[in-house]
């Protein structure tokens, strides 16, 4: 059984999915053990309390520096055992550090469709934003292994979106939240736990 940690700075869809797969069997051979948030009142912590899930909230500028932010979110991985991180909606970025810590072993959902729209700067509204001026007709998102380029680890899954005339960053953002990254973490973390991947 693998001791999963979810890393949040948000409103916590996609960890509710993921709680909802676990809920449904879907991730049979993971735990989710942890939910660390990046800064405290986000409502990604309300989920996890629901669902009793331990919480942390683990805030870059409450550290001096950033070796003490890596010791601190170090520690509390090793506390809890931790065997996966699962990047959800995660805004901080991680250093390499953490990332060595965690070979092949951290996933990111990215909302578009990797190497469109991604890498420094694209993140949230923005992604959906870039898709809709360069006026793409399909998007999606894609779960990737997280390494030391950001958004540039190896692709685990993508699922294309259509992308229609009267979006959008909005409604393009719920669709593609709705019809691919609630679909593509949980089973990206269910064939981690499986050990497909
Ligand atoms: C959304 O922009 C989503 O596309 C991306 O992270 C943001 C918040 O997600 N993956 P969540 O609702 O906090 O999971």
């Known amino acids: 059984m693998l001791r999963i940690a979810v890393l949040v700075s948000g409103g916590g869809t996609n960890l509710q999915a993921i ?18 948030a990046s800064r405290p009142g986000i409502f990604a912590l309300e989920r996890a309390k629901k669902a009793d899930i331990p919480t942390a909230v683990v805030r870059r500028k ?6 003490a932010f890596d010791q601190a979110l170090l520690g509390l991985l090793a506390d809890y055992q931790i065997d996966l991180v699962v990047l959800a909606g995660y805004l901080t970025i991680l250093s390499p550090t953490v990332i060595r810590a ?5 996933l990111n959902i990215h909302p578009s469709l990797i190497p469109s729209f991604c890498g420094e700067g694209f993140y949230g509204l923005k992604v959906h934003q ?3 001026e360069k006026g793409v007709k399909v998007t999606g998102a894609t779960v990737h292994f997280v390494n030391e380029i950001p958004d540039g680890g190896e692709i685990l899954l993508q699922k ?3 992308v229609q005339a009267d979006d959008t960053p909005e409604t393009l953002q719920r669709r593609v939240m709705e019809q691919a990254e609630w679909q593509l973490l949980p089973l990206a973390i269910e064939m981690c736990c499986d050990g497909l991947a």
Do not use: H, M, S, W
């Open 102 to 106: 965690y070979p092949r072993r951290i």
């Open 160 to 162: 294309a979106v259509e």
């Open 130 to 132: 870039a898709a809709l």
């Open 62 to 67: 409450d550290f001096a520096d950033q070796d």
């Open 19 to 36: 709680i909802d797969a676990k809920a449904t069997g879907r991730i049979e051979n993971g735990a989710l053990a942890l939910v660390v």
